[in-house]
């Protein structure tokens, strides 16, 4: 099973951005809510129109928990979703597939999350990556692991440190103190 990262870089985040708008308004979408939300993929998947449509704060039941949970979409966002939803019904998907109108599968995700990682020379990336890369920022702006913690349902800390990748970085910082000692 292939171990995948969170996207640590700004401008690496920026680009996915540049280049998922470029293909499908969708595609953007699902990428942007995804590391802004931190929800599992199958919670962002099976999102409808009228779950999102003109709301600033977002209150869905996760699938895998049955835990409430809730998000915020700033200002920018929501301008952006009611612009992509404004000829779709209520109760549609808002990331359908083109053929069936059921929610794109995970496989459909994972492709078009590797496509745009390998134009931009990102390795290591799935559909586990939206989720990781929200934990990720929300740790570097805030160093609060006990909200992130619970937030991911997380038993313990050091499990949610490993999942978003710090134990990594602090590894690669470990050794660079090494090396110039």
């Known amino acids: 099973m292939q171990v995948v990262q969170p996207i640590r870089d700004q401008e690496k985040i920026a680009q996915m951005q540049e280049i998922l708008i470029r293909q499908s308004h969708r595609d953007w979408l699902l990428f942007t809510i995804g590391i802004n939300s931190g929800l599992h993929l199958s919670d962002l998947l099976t999102l409808k129109v009228l779950d999102l449509k003109g709301k600033s704060k977002v209150s869905i039941r996760e699938e895998k928990t049955g835990k409430e949970k809730t998000f915020s979409i700033n ?9 992509y939803v404004k000829y779709m019904d209520d109760n549609d998907y808002v ?4 053929r069936t109108g059921k929610p794109i599968k995970r496989i459909r995700v994972y492709r078009i999350l590797n496509e745009a990682a390998k134009q931009i020379g990102l390795q290591d990336i799935g559909t586990h990556t939206l989720r990781k890369t929200y934990g990720y920022h929300y740790y570097q702006r805030t160093k609060n692991i006990a909200v992130l913690r619970d937030l991911f ?3 313990a800390p050091s499990v949610t440190l490993r999942y978003i990748g710090v134990h990594l970085d602090k590894q690669a910082e470990n050794l660079l103190v090494a090396c110039n000692n």
């Open 153 to 155: 349902n997380h038993s």
């Open 75 to 83: 200002a920018n966002l929501t301008e952006s979703i009611l612009d």
């Open 95 to 98: 990331f359908p597939s083109k």
